[in-house]
């Protein structure tokens, strides 16, 4: 016998779902048209996994990679009137669904990831530092640039480690003498950057991906950090 539960959305943020007794025991998600993202832990953090009315996981939530729990969600961010990742697909969408996690933390708007020239600038530049076994910034001051190499079985597993750890100098910052730290994290929330390329690569020397970041616009200016980077809400 199939058993449901139905829970309304309330505003943008995140809506606690399944009671403990419902851990794994969800199968499939009838979204009623609309798009969500679904938490693996509560208050919008851990792994995310969107879920689309014509996504494979609307009914088959097993693919996702959480034991089926589902303790959270919140509606798909919109712009446009389509989800800001929807129409990218592997690294570009973990990029930006990575930044978009920790910029809402810090009431940043969404980023996008529909520039495809920023996209190919970071390639392109992931491929020179793992060509020629380099680990270096390009001097690039047309975007704004995060550099990070990681391991794991699949570029985009790369990616979310490396956002991870560029936001986990968020722990280091400080909100009363800004821009004196945490170049990486102020990058990745910066509240008036409105687009992001990605590029990964596998450098087979030093074996670990390179992942470069692209901003636009660039972040980082002197005198702007406290209306662009806020303190965590």
Known sequence: MRASITFTQHGSGCSSLVEHSWNDRASSVNTHGSCILAWEHSDCSGTSHRISPSSH????????????????????????????????????????????????????????????????????????????????????????????????????EAVRSVIERWYDEEKTYDYNNPGSSGGHFTAVVWKATTHVGIGVAWNPRANWYVVVANYKPPGNFGGQYRENVLRPQ
Do not use: M, W
Not at 84 to 112: F, M, T, W
């Open 57 to 156: 996981h609307h009914n088959h939530l097993s693919a996702l990679g959480f034991n089926d729990e589902i303790s959270s969600f919140q509606l798909c961010p919109q712009g446009g009137g389509s989800s800001l990742s929807d129409e990218l697909s592997g690294v570009q969408r973990v990029a930006v669904d990575e930044h978009n996690k920790y910029r809402r933390r810090h009431g940043s708007p969404d980023i996008r990831g529909d520039d495809q020239e920023l996209h190919r600038v970071a390639q392109h530049f992931a491929d020179h530092l793992a060509r020629n076994n380099l680990f270096d910034h390009s001097g690039n001051s047309k975007y704004g640039e995060n550099l990070g190499a990681g391991g794991g079985p699949t570029k985009e």
